[in-house]
């Protein structure tokens, strides 16, 4: 499924810059602040959008062990039905409540918990080093179903320094404890030339020079402070 548009927005809940970076971490592939990005996302919805009912998404993991087909094949026995599986080539299947959010006149999700019957089951932290889980009766409207993972385009902007600009608009603190851990990350002689470049320049510019970003690529960003 694609990410939908509302066809008219009625406002903007945030700068047209602000919702272009947010839209080009969203879309982006696996990268390494994508779980803390969710969080800042998660913030950014509560606090900007609108809600907007919920949708169920239901995430089917094929068996490796027969392949998804069902039937378990080897050399040393004859055809039998999987028993990882029992037969229908689906491995764990599990259907996740997601918020619906809109933001700018687009639909983002927040799962809120994994479905059972009428329950959610919530995570509820951690004890002992293991996630805990608590269950929560559900009774919000369902107004569609997802099958698999929801696809998004990818945008051309590199999404880790979208990141740092979202942080930098939306939690300043994070921001500076990010690009200090970031840069700490990094080997020494490239640990140091950042640190003496963030001497000297605003971290948004010494990031966009450091990963080469073109001006092309930032001309959606309106409201550069440098």
């Known amino acids: 499924m694609k990410q939908t548009l509302i066809p008219f927005k009625e406002n903007v809940d945030i700068p047209e810059a602000h919702f272009y970076a947010f839209m ?14 969710y969080r800042l996302k998660n913030e950014i919805l509560q606090k900007h959008g609108h809600e907007s009912a919920y949708d169920l998404q239901t995430i089917k993991k094929t068996c490796y062990s027969c392949d998804g087909k ?7 026995k004859l055809p ?12 764990q299947k599990k259907q996740v409540v997601l918020k619906r959010w809109v933001l700018n006149g687009a639909i983002f999700h927040e799962p809120i918990g994994e479905l059972y019957i009428n329950q959610l089951k919530v995570f509820n932290g951690y004890e002992d ?6 269950y929560e009766p559900f009774n919000g409207k369902i107004v569609s179903e997802i099958n698999g993972l929801i696809k998004h385009e990818p945008l051309e902007l590199n999404p880790t320094w979208s990141f740092y600009y979202l942080l930098w608009n939306y939690n300043r603190e994070r921001f500076f404890n990010c690009i200090a851990s970031d840069v700490n990350s990094y080997q020494t002689r490239t640990k140091h030339k950042l ?5 000297q320049n605003n971290p948004l510019k010494v990031f966009a020079d450091f990963f080469k970003i073109k001006k092309q690529q930032l001309k959606p960003i309106d409201d550069l402070p440098f």
């Open 129 to 134: 080093g293991y996630p805990v889980f608590k």
């Open 24 to 37: 080009v971490c969203n879309s982006a592939a696996a990268w390494h602040h994508k779980q803390s990005f």
């Open 70 to 76: 069902g039937i378990f094949k080897c050399d040393w």
């Open 80 to 91: 039998e039905t999987c028993w990882s599986c029992l037969g229908d080539g689906v491995y």
């Open 195 to 199: 640190k003496n470049m963030l001497k």
